[in-house]
Every structure is written in structure tokens, then in C-alpha cells.
């Protein structure tokens, strides 16, 4: 059946979308392609923004005849429309219904869980590619163990170990937080400390759980060069990077047989350390009870606002991955990027992503609910490399 559209970005009018939606406007020249939303004064005035001849389509996330409708029309989807919890569901089961690609910027595991557990097998079957957590979330933690497995496996070693450190100056948006505060109410407090959350479901055992558990420490790591502090997006970044390793290793592609990932951030003291914790601890009560929702909710940034372009462009982000090799090699991989992580750099991996999808034939044949690194691997991280991310890998030992 032919599409209307190559792509259609959906939550187009929101902090994040609106953002997508002029990049779109500079690096989909030539493609045809779609802003949608629920609001159609607010798709008309954003539309009166950009110089391409975009369509508009109006539709609820909530309306599953209008998803199916949009999915109908296009070969990708591209989502920013979050919580993706409340606002998804019938948007993903119609782009498998009707094989179109799909990427989106979630960082919510217990919702993919769901993803994976009602469609992995029929997008599989079908050769569609739904992959969510293309932004800051965890694009860079998946590339990142990609590439120190991919330089190990040239140098015909397995990879045991990785562990990231990350640096980064942020701002919060509106969408974010919300997005924090409907898995807060909605989710089990259970599914976010399981380790191996998004493996596939015959190798969730308990062995695999033991073997996956999170590292807390907060010491002086020497590889890395920082003092290791809890970082707030390890528990969705670990699961994703394992979900790579273990769809890989059913095609003989693993990272390694006994293959570990590890996450942080990178401060300078122990005491710094220990604040981090503290102030995560803090959140983390806040986000339990109604009261501590209210203030953050009072508080926070609503839905549609965020960071100013000063502060987003003042922001920056850089990641360490350090893997140890099965004969004791050491590969070091660095990534930097100019720029607010989750508003900046989540931008430019979601577009390039979806325009990836766009040609997806060059991409690798697997299919189903994938990882960015399973999806895309070295293409993503070739398309990044050309728009300012610089990614680098060395051997160290």
C-alpha cells in the first residue's frame, strides 16, 4: 500500500516537538512529511513556522482510530508526545499493525517491557522496526558499549566489562517531568530496580538477575578518572545497553558470554558523591507520595516549557566507556556533544534516527522492539559523527 508520507512526527507541538519539528524542517528538505497533534490551531501556527510544505494531522494519542489512520499514512513515525505511557499505546500497535517504523524519546523501561512483551514477535515477523529510547535516553550509553565491543570484537576478544561515566550540564523540561510523575503513580517501584527488565523473556532468569545487578559504589574508579556517583538515568540506560548485548547474542553477535554494564556519573569527591546520592534519595521520596508529586508538579516546569535556548546551548554533554577484553585488552570510548542533554543532544539523536528509519533498507535486517544500537549501530553513530557528535575509541592497555 503506498503512504502519503515518509514521516509524520507526532506531539509535534510540544517543548521537544516543536524543536524536532525545525530541524525536520532543515534536514527532511526533500522528503515528504507531517507534523501531528490533538491541537490543530497549534499544528496551523506551527506549520506558518517552517519553510517546508508540511501536512497537518489532527489526532488524539487516545484514539486508536485516529493512530491507526496516521499510521496508515506513513513509513515512520516519530514520537515526542510523552508521558508515552498514557499517550502511546494505540500509536505503537498501529505502526505495527500497519509496518511502519517507529522511534520515540521514552525513557519509561516498564512501559517498553510492554512494548516488547505485545509486539516484539509480530514486528519481528514482519520486518518492522519499533525502537524506543532514541534520545538522551540511551543513545549514548548504547553506542557507546557498542563501539567498545565492536573494537574489541576487530581485535578478536570478547567483551567482559563496561563501565560508563557520564559528565553533563541540563535543564529540565516540562515533559520530562511529567513523564516521571505518571511512572511514579503508575508503575511498579519493582520494575525499575530489576535489572534485566527489557531482556528478552526466556533469559529473564534468576541467575541472569544476579549476574546483572547495579553496582552502587561510590569509590575512585581509575579507568574512568572520576569518584562514581549514582546517576539518575542508570536504571533505564543498564536495561537497554543488556537488552542490546542479549538480542545480539541470540544471533551469535554478543557482546561477550559473561558480558557486564555498568553506569554512573562522574563527580570529582567522594563527598560529591555522597550529595548526589542524597539529592536522588530526596527525589526519589518526592516522587513516592501525592505530596511530594504536588511540590514537584508546583514547582517544576509544566508540560511545554523547558530550558531557554541560552541555557540548552550553554549545556553540554560527554560520556566515558571503559571495556576490558577477554585476553586483558583495554578500550577506551569518549563522547562529547555541545550542547543540553536531554533538549540539545536528545533532538539530534531522535532526528537522526528517524531519518535512518526513513532509508531503512541500509540499516541492519533485524526488526521487532529494538535497542538504538540493535536498530542502527554504526550508521547512527556515522550520522551523529557528522553533526557534532564526536565519538572515539581507543586502545588504552
Keep these: 500500500m503506498s503512504k502519503t508520507y515518509d514521516l509524520v512526527l507526532f506531539g509535534a507541538t510540544g517543548f521537544t516537538g516543536v524543536q524536532a519539528a525545525h530541524l525536520f524542517d532543515v534536514e527532511a528538505r526533500g522528503m515528504s512529511w507531517a507534523i501531528a497533534g490533538r491541537n490543530r490551531d497549534k499544528l496551523e501556527s506551527l506549520k506558518a513556522e517552517l519553510d517546508s ?30 508521558p508515552f ?33 505485545a509486539h516484539h514477535d509480530k514486528a ?101 578518572g572520576v569518584v562514581t556517583a549514582p546517576f539518575v538515568m542508570a536504571a533505564v540506560n543498564t536495561r537497554v545497553v543488556r537488552r542490546s548485548n542479549a538480542l545480539l547474542s541470540e544471533e551469535g553477535h554478543g557482546y561477550g558470554d559473561s558480558f557486564s554494564y555498568q553506569e554512573f556519573l562522574g563527580v570529582k569527591s567522594r563527598r560529591q558523591a555522597w550529595l548526589v546520592a542524597a539529592g536522588l534519595g530526596s527525589l526519589a521520596g518526592l516522587l513516592a507520595t501525592p505530596p511530594g508529586r504536588w511540590l514537584l508538579k508546583r514547582f517544576g516546569p509544566d508540560p511545554g516549557e523547558g530550558p531557554s535556548d541560552e541555557q540548552m546551548d550553554g549545556g553540554y554533554t560527554s560520556a566515558v566507556h571503559v571495556g576490558v577484553g577477554s585476553k586483558g585488552t583495554v578500550v577506551k570510548a569518549k563522547l562529547t556533544y555541545p550542547g543540553d542533554p536531554g533538549n540539545r543532544a536528545t533532538l539530534r539523536f531522535l532526528v537522526s534516527a528517524a531519518l535512518l528509519l526513513c532509508d531503512a533498507d ?14 542502527f549501530g554504526a550508521s547512527l553513530m556515522d550520522a551523529l559523527h557528522a553533526k557534532d557528535v564526536s565519538w572515539t575509541a581507543e586502545v588504552v592497555a
Design 53 to 82: 510544505d508540511v501536512g497537518v494531522i489532527v489526532a488524539d494519542g487516545r484514539d486508536a482510530a485516529a493512530m491507526s489512520e496516521l499510521a496508515a499514512s506513513t513509513r515512520v513515525v516519530c514520537s515526542t508526545a510523552g
Design 85 to 117: 505511557a498514557l499517550y502511546s499505546d494505540a500509536l505503537v500497535a498501529a505502526c505495527v499493525l500497519h509496518k511502519a517504523h517507529y522511534c520515540d524519546i521514552t525513557g519509561e523501561t516498564p512501559w517498553v517491557r510492554r512494548l516488547i512483551d
Design 124 to 224: 519481528e515477523a514482519d520486518g518492522t522496526k519499533i525502537v524506543p529510547m532514541c534520545g538522551f535516553d540511551s543513545v549514548p550509553s548504547d553506542l557507546g558499549a557498542w563501539l567498545v565491543a565492536h573494537t574489541l570484537r576487530e581485535r578478536d576478544e570478547q567483551t567482559t566489562t563496561v563501565r560508563a561515566a557520564f559528565k553533563m550540564k541540563a535543564g529540565l523540561n516540562g515533559g520530562t517531568l511529567a513523564s516521571a510523575l505518571t511512572s511514579s503513580v503508575h508503575e511498579s517501584p519493582r520494575a525499575f530496580i530489576d535489572p534485566i527488565l527489557l531482556h528478552p523473556a526466556d533469559l529473564r532468569t534468576p541467575a541472569e538477575r544476579d549476574r546483572h545487578q547495579d553496582d552502587r559504589k561510590m569509590a575512585y574508579d581509575e579507568a574512568l
Design 362 to 375: 541500509k540499516l541492519p535486517k533485524r526488526a521487532g522492539v529494538l535497542t538504538p544500537a540493535t536498530a
